[in-house]
């Protein structure tokens, strides 16, 4: 069992940086792939970058290649996603996500653990 508590989302120009973290509870964090979503109002929940269980994988959505970056501190039992360049585009809530498994996943359906999401909006 894990939970996760996401937090760092706030309001920022365009432009701008937020950097995301999400704690996770339990002691087999580091056996876990973990991933970052979002989801704005009307759409569905999509992907926006993966990390496995070693951080040793990533992988970004192409909405976010080259100006996000998803990290984690196994010590510390946190993932973090740093978000550059924000665009209004980029606003939605962000959700982190967590799932038994060495590789890097990216459909939501293929994560059993979530996070309350963090709200981030990049204003124009």
């Known amino acids: 069992q894990v939970q996760l508590v996401e937090s760092g989302g706030g309001l920022v120009q365009a432009g701008g940086s937020l950097r995301l973290s999400c704690a996770a509870s339990?002691?087999?964090?580091?056996?876990?792939?973990m991933g970052w979503f979002r989801q704005a109002p009307g759409k569905e929940r999509e992907f926006v970058a993966g990390?496995?269980?070693?951080?040793?994988?990533?992988y970004y959505a192409d909405s976010g290649k080259g100006r996000f970056t998803i990290s984690r501190d196994n010590a510390k039992n946190t993932v973090f996603l740093l978000m550059n360049s924000l665009k209004p585009e980029d606003t939605a809530v962000y959700y982190c996500?967590?799932?038994?498994?060495?590789?890097?996943?990216?459909?939501?359906?293929?994560?059993?653990?979530w996070g309350q999401g963090t709200q981030v909006t990049v204003s124009s």
């Open positions: 339990g002691r087999t964090f580091s056996s876990y792939g």
């Open positions: 996500a967590a799932q038994d498994t060495k590789v890097v996943l990216t459909g939501p359906w293929e994560y059993d653990y």
């Open positions: 990390i496995s269980w070693s951080g040793g994988s990533t």
